[in-house]
């Protein structure tokens, strides 16, 4: 617990001197459309408790929406990049993505044999998943969106108060090499939603607003107020550990970061 509790502490520490990300487009006036066989989930809207919060917000209201599935392959974000060569690894612009963008792939349109095209992808970064969701006329989730889903198990669509809930996430969260696993290797979620636990952390659209308060969730109040202190003190649930790890997580990255255990997933507003 003692290593958790610093585990935590340093991530929270990194993200107080990372600058939070604006609302970035990307100007990619050549993006291509291209398909793929993922398959979408609807998942009906309700009420969760954030683990960031003020007092006064309990729950937040999230409407129903699609999400894939799975979270993108290798073999999916080849097809992007067959479609989109301006997003392979020897001409995307550093200012997009940092030199770790697909360190891991031998070419431009090969990715290492030791690695299955039905695994997630990863060392990508926030803008070249963003354009990946937009070339399928996507979005990436948001962070209500991804902790929505994420308090369901297998059986329940909250089993945030069961008492082994937080501890099987930590478990899964220790696996090594997560970025080998081909996706639906583990059951779904009570939505059919697979592997947000067991597989690699996930880019969410709003990563950066890990600080935000309950009312700038919904009113666009600008980040120059955010502060760590502030984080740590509108905290919900204390015992949440996981969800703490996961925020942490996301306020220590910036958009051009591209990691070999960060991948992420599509969704699409319903219409």
Known sequence: MRFLVLFICSLFLISCNNNVQDDVSVPD??????????KMVEIEGGEYKPF???DSLQYVEVKSFLIDETLVTNADYLKFLKANPQWTKSKVLRLYADENYLANWKTDFEFPEDVSP???VTNVSWYAAKAYAEALG????????????GIANNELPDASELPDFT???????????????PVKSNAPNYYQVYDLYGSVWEWISDFNSVMITGESRNNNVKSESLFCAGASLTS???KNYAAFIRFAMRGSLEAKYCISNLGFRCAKDLN
């Open 52 to 54: 960031f919060g003020q």
């Open 118 to 120: 039905n695994a997630p």
């Open 167 to 181: 501890a099987t996430i930590l478990k899964s969260y220790q696996i090594g090499e997560r970025f080998k696993i």
């Open 236 to 238: 919900t649930d204390l």
């Open 29 to 38: 006036n050549l993006l291509k459309n291209f398909t793929t066989d993922v």
């Open 138 to 149: 996507k979005r990436l989730p948001t962070v209500d969106e991804w902790e929505f889903l």
